[in-house]
């Protein structure tokens, strides 16, 4: 069965520092993948996603995730986080002619101002 | 700019008895989800509903389970006798039909507690 695995539970930064949130599915056929938020209170947004050509997705506040085929990877990157990225991050997936979607545990991300 | 509605809100009630958790998606879209997550648990596919039947389902998603869209805007998940096990979050989504843009819009959930 597909899985998704998200490597971190809870990394916790100052603001300015780099940020990278691992992601990594077992599927092996065509795939959707897909990063979405979850602000403290709110309920899921979408972060940014991935479905074809330019394996380096940027999506939205400065959020990018660079797909790697061969290493069956999406891992999330911001360059340089804010105290208002404090949140929950979960990385999903969706063959592409399948309509479940697959989501990660999540990682907690705590920011320090 | 359109978004999934739920309600209720939060939810408590008795175990064994039924629930029905109602979402309003978006109104062009087409295809429509059930997740949950448990606290502190990731978020699980419940079911996808399409052309007025389920069109895939998990394992969690058991007899117990139904899902209905009885007029042109409501999406329900009815759970018949619940369990303590069934606390969580419960969230709708839903997409347009256009296969090349996949992006499932999220709710904001209906938490269930079940005492």
């Known amino acids: 069965a597909q899985s998704v695995s998200q490597h971190n539970h809870h990394v916790i930064l100052s603001e300015a520092a780099s940020l990278e949130l691992g992601c990594n599915y077992s599927y092996g056929g065509t795939v959707n993948l897909f990063w979405y938020v979850q602000y403290p209170g709110q309920h899921l947004q979408l972060l940014l996603k991935y479905f074809s050509g330019d394996p380096l997705v940027k999506g939205i506040k400065g959020f990018e995730a660079e797909f790697i085929k061969s290493k069956f990877s999406f891992n999330l990157r911001k360059p340089s986080v804010q105290w208002s990225d404090t949140a929950e991050y979960f990385c999903a997936v969706k063959e592409y002619n399948n309509n479940d979607m697959r989501f990660g545990a999540g990682t907690r991300l705590t920011v320090k101002p | 700019e359109p978004e999934v509605t739920q309600t209720p809100s939060h939810q408590v009630t008795q175990m064994g008895q039924e629930v029905i958790l109602r979402c309003v998606p978006i109104?062009?879209?087409?295809?429509f989800y059930w997740y949950r997550q448990i606290l502190g648990q990731k978020v699980e596919f419940l079911v996808s509903f399409y052309n007025n039947e389920i069109s895939e389902k998990s394992e969690i998603f058991d007899d117990q389970f139904s899902v209905e869209r009885p007029d042109g805007s409501n999406f329900t998940l009815k759970i018949r006798s619940t369990k303590l096990e069934d606390s969580a979050m419960y969230f709708c989504?839903?997409?347009?039909?256009?296969?090349?843009?996949?992006?499932?819009?999220f709710g904001p959930g209906t938490r269930l507690t079940v005492l």
């Open positions: 109104s062009n879209h087409l295809y």
């Open positions: 989504a839903s997409r347009d039909w256009d296969t090349s843009y996949n992006e499932q819009f």
